[in-house]
């Protein structure tokens, strides 16, 4: 035979698949046949009505077919979540930020030195994001490196792509035991990519050094070194509030602003996101699309802890790369609908204060939270659509779920309008199957 891919077909699913691509926000393909290979990568992807001559050429039988009310969109990515915060999430929403990470954070965090408590939140986190459509996170976890690690051997177990992060801190003035010394932060950091890195497919460590404020210039420096010679992605905070900003003017008086601190250590690559970003200037954002370092827009915990409203048209209009953060618990929601729709009301917002501004459309915010977070995370070699040769990382949607929460009135409606009702009404019990890498990862498997 003829076949393109050395890999077999796995899976052949028919109906409606719904992505963005570089060019289009919302793309939809009616009436489609897409081959996922042994590998679950995309193999091809045909006109149903050409199932004779590819089954032919691809040598698969079995087809399963999506029903009408039914669409594939690619997973959602969470440019940012912390997974150690997961067990307030949904309280302790009081306080601003520098406040609200004294009272509520670090002391939590300060727990997962207990591996049993840190499994049972992990566990619980990489199921509840799954579930809702996440296929891949890129987490913060604690200091911790065993507890970090587990993290990374959780999502591996459950089939989620990760990107996961030890924290590095060795400032702390508020809680002396949660903070590391530069020389265990650089240690620690060192042993945490040694165990990590390659140990499983999905899984990969992201340098984190939590945010200038909690980082000594050394320790910085160490930091942006040891990403620099691993090639490895890079997680922060930046600009999230004004006090922030301001107090980062105090500590790192001669730096230009605050990206020029992450800058000058080596911390701004095209493998580094950082979260928030709302006071951030021109000039600071002229340096972002320099170096290709993106922004993880996390409108829940942007509102919720009063910290500012990104400007997402503004960014993008700078062509600085941008997905969409949860950033649980700041956010109160594990949810990447729950982002999509915070991320249009905070656009809505910004229109009520300026009716002339460039309000987002779902159409784009659907694509930051797929192919843009992909993007974001530099993974969209790998993920963020459905184009051959890419992973399957996928979400089987049906939008007439038995008791979900979406009425079907006018049961006529195209596949523009369903995927519009899901963004905007939508939640897990329209997930019906979570594929990630071809493999279905959600309804889970029962173990034993
Ligand atoms: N800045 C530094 N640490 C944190 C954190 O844990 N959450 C948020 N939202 N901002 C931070
Ligand atoms: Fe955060």
Redesign the pocket.
């Known amino acids: 035979s003829s076949n393109e891919s050395a890999a077999g077909i796995a899976h052949v699913y028919r109906g409606t698949f719904v992505h963005a691509t570089y060019h289009t926000a919302v793309e939809i393909l009616e009436d489609r046949l897409l081959g996922v290979d042994t590998e679950g990568k995309i193999a091809f992807i045909g006109s149903g009505k050409e199932v004779d001559r590819l089954s032919q050429k691809w040598g698969f039988e079995a087809v399963t077919q999506l029903g009408q009310h039914e669409f594939f969109m690619p997973g959602m990515v969470d440019t940012h979540i912390?997974a150690s915060?997961y067990s307030y999430a949904g309280t302790a929403l009081d306080m601003p930020?520098l406040q609200w990470?004294n009272m509520y954070?670090f002391p939590v965090e300060a727990c997962y030195k207990d591996l049993e408590f840190a499994r049972n939140v992990y566990t619980h986190v990489v199921k509840r994001t799954l579930r809702n459509g996440t296929t891949t996170a890129c987490y913060?976890a604690t200091i911790h490196t065993d507890a970090s690690l587990l993290l990374g051997q959780i999502a591996n177990d459950f089939g989620q792509r990760a990107l996961v992060g030890k924290v590095c801190m060795d400032t702390n003035n508020f809680i002396p035991h949660y903070k590391e010394t530069p020389e265990e932060s650089e240690g620690e950091t060192n042993r945490f990519i040694g165990e990590l890195l390659k140990k499983y497919p999905l899984v990969r460590p992201v340098v984190t050094p939590?945010?200038a404020?909690?980082c000594s210039a050394a320790l910085l420096g160490h930091l942006g070194e040891i990403a620099q010679n691993n090639d490895l992605h890079i997680q922060s905070?930046i600009s999230?509030t004004k006090e922030?900003v301001n107090l980062v003017k105090e500590l790192f008086p001669d730096y230009d602003s605050y990206t020029d601190v992450y800058h000058r250590h080596n911390l701004l690559t095209d493998k580094t996101v950082l979260?928030?970003g709302c006071h951030l200037t021109d000039g600071e954002l002229k340096l972002f699309r320099e170096t290709g370092a993106s922004i993880a827009h996390?409108p829940n915990?942007n509102i919720s802890?009063c910290?500012g409203m990104l400007d997402v048209r503004r960014v993008l209009n700078h062509k600085v790369k941008l997905g969409l953060g949860t950033?649980v618990a700041?956010g109160y929601s594990p949810s990447m609908l729950d982002a999509v729709r915070r991320t249009l009301d905070t656009s809505k917002a910004l229109t009520i204060q300026d009716t002339q501004y460039h309000t987002l459309t779902f159409e784009e915010v659907f694509r930051l939270a797929t192919l843009g977070g992909s993007q974001a995370l530099s993974l969209d070699e790998n993920t963020g659509n459905f184009e051959v040769g890419k992973d399957f990382d996928a979400l089987r949607v049906n939008t007439d779920a038995a008791g979900g929460p979406i009425d079907l009135i006018n049961h006529e409606e195209g596949p523009k309008v369903l995927l519009e009702k899901f963004l905007n009404l939508g939640d897990d019990r329209n997930i019906v199957e979570v594929y990630v890498a071809g493999k279905r990862v959600v309804p889970f498997v029962e173990g034993p």
Do not use: K, Y
Request: proline share 5%; glycine share 4%.
């Open positions: 912390h915060q930020l990470l954070t913060f939590r945010f404020p909690s905070h999230e922030e979260a928030h996390c915990s802890l910290s950033d700041g």
